[in-house]
DNA sequence: ACCTGAACACCGTTCAAGT
DNA sequence: ACCTGAACACCGTTCAAGT
């Protein structure tokens, strides 16, 4: 046994169920040793999530930048960090915890860097532009996952926007009553967020 | 002991210490009664979490839009709703791990609903705009509280961005090198988005 | 150097027994 | 109707003992 079979079957259990669902004794019958073992090769639980948090952000695919428009390829490179980081969301949701989120967005963010100048800002204006990209999209995929974990959600969304509450827009009444396409939700936000930061 | 007596010192230790914090024993303790007797008043503790995040969500204070344009008031409401949000970080967080996110931002929607067509957006582009803009907040929220639990992100931000991995934009590297002064970065987020989606 | 079982101090929860 | 202590099945972790 080694650090890295530790880790490969621990990865295996977060993906699956989450890090709440990896004990130690779980992972130890997995591993097919005693629990001790584990403490000998990894450390406590505490160390055994912060090497697996690290692992998964090497991990990470790095994601390019394609399109016509500097605007098409900061929405195009975002849309890709998105996918990315929802392919594993257990894993991520673990880095996430373990204050990695930074370095997870550094790749994206020289490739912002990028574009953003090829949109014409310098200096202050464009490391602005970046971070509130970058906010934006981490900001977003953890909404999501937010959304997508949570139960139903309490007084079905339906009930809440009838049309007077929508001040008697029937279509945006309808609209808000329904489900959310995050997909598309997620590009139309981008397009506005670059349309305010490129533009004007 | 009332119900109610439970939730209110509940709420307490885990406005100061995070829900992680919140242990039966703990909070019998706390009460001065047998551990046994709290699941007589409010089931277990998963109900008891439910519970109190069901109250945190009833009692936030309801924001008002203020100031001359639509864009202005759009961006003065969630600036407000940042700061209700952030008031007790513990009790909030707890809220959107019950799934209660949605619920937290209807009465902020309802008037984003009024600035959006006072903007002159309607139907399908004004609930858009809506979702966009909540979206935006509820991620910007999430994203900052992220960043203060995490301990001291790992390679120094100050390393990662030396001159060449800015692209030879020298005040950029500085920037990103950097704190990042959240308050202000919320805002220019905001007008961002505002610019774009009522822009054009 | 690596693995083990026993033991400790913590959990949440149940349940029969009290008043 | 309300409160209790004992007991159960789970945790993470330590440590002395093995090979």
Do not use: C
């Not at 169920?17 to 629990?35: K, P």
């Not at 505490?46 to 605007?71: C, F, I, K, Q």
């Not at 994206?108 to 970046?130: D, I, K, M």
């Not at 279509?171 to 959310?180: D, K, Q, S, T």
């Amino acid at each position: 046994m080694t650090a890295d079979a530790v880790l490969d079957v621990a990865a295996e259990l977060v993906k699956r169920q989450g890090t709440a669902a990896l004990t130690m004794r779980g992972l130890a019958a997995e591993l097919g040793t005693a629990v001790t073992s584990i403490y000998w090769h990894v450390g406590n639980r505490d160390e055994l999530l912060d090497a697996l948090a690290e692992r998964t952000v090497r991990e990470l695919s790095v994601v390019r930048a394609e399109g016509a428009t500097p605007a098409a390829r900061v929405v195009h490179l975002l849309q890709g960090l998105r996918r990315e980081l929802r392919s594993h969301p257990h894993l991520i949701a673990l880095a996430h915890e373990r204050g990695l989120t930074e370095r997870m967005f550094h790749p994206a963010q020289r490739a912002l860097v990028h574009e953003v100048h090829a949109a014409g800002l310098r200096g202050r204006r464009a490391a602005r532009a970046v971070r509130v990209l970058t906010f934006h999209a981490v900001g977003f995929v953890l909404v999501e996952r937010n959304r997508e974990r949570a139960p139903a959600p309490h007084p079905a969304e339906a009930e809440l926007w009838d049309v007077p509450a929508a001040q008697n827009d029937a279509v945006l009444a309808r609209e808000m009553a329904g489900p959310v396409d995050t997909e598309r939700l997620y590009a139309a936000s981008l397009e506005a967020l670059v349309a305010g930061l490129f533009g004007a």
